[in-house]
């Protein structure tokens, strides 16, 4: 006998929606105590279906569903309220960080404290905060939940905490490595005053945030395997406009 295991009021955020089928949808959510979870909204593009106005993108939500399977069937949406909209270049920022969580978050893999910080991270943008130190924390938050983040205080090699007018390459798998005077790095060495500022989660000089933003890429994009970000690719062609 299958057990229709049943969900009731989970507090999500929608990453993603596609069609199914003529009049039903495919919603991929993040919520609180699930993690990611594909759910199916029948009837949710149906004109007066209580669904089509309450599955919305970047806004609080409280949903039920059933199931057993890889894809729930979706009860009840209710829209929490009380988040702006997400507008111009917070809404693509919006759109990268749902991608991040579509390509690299495993399904049905709770982790509350990434839930918190994604929504934290949504009302700044909807406020208009600077936006590259929320993103960047953001990344940092997600690749530490999932185990890929290299421990940017302490030497893998050597075990011992980084020498701050040092220079050092990180190096995925690997972690923090230092470089010896004049050896030939094959990533972009980084001093070791810098990233003992990020292991400390300080973004606020220029140059730590510089080097963050190409940090985490070769991080992220060594995790994608290849996949590409199409909301990353739309930011960096706005940026040379």
Known sequence: ?????????????????????????????????????????????????????????????????????????????????GQALLQGAGLLCGYYLNELLLKLLPREDAHPALFKGYAQSLAKLAVGLPREPLLREFEFSLLRELGYAPSLGVDARSGEALVADAHYAVVPERGVLMLDTGEPAEVPPIPGHVLLSLAAGDFSQPLALSHAKHLMRRLINHHLEGRELASRRILMEIQEL
Request: charge should be positive.
């Open 1 to 81: 006998m299958v057990v229709r295991r049943r969900i009731e009021l989970q507090s999500a955020y929608l990453l993603h929606s596609y069609p199914w089928r003529e009049t039903s949808l495919i919603a991929e959510v993040f919520s609180l105590d699930h993690g990611r979870v594909s759910l199916l909204a029948k009837g949710a593009r149906r004109p007066l279906s209580a669904m089509r106005g309450a599955l919305m993108a970047f806004q609080p939500l409280t949903l039920t569903w059933s199931g057993s399977g890889e894809i729930k069937t979706l009860h009840h949406v209710e829209w929490q309220g």
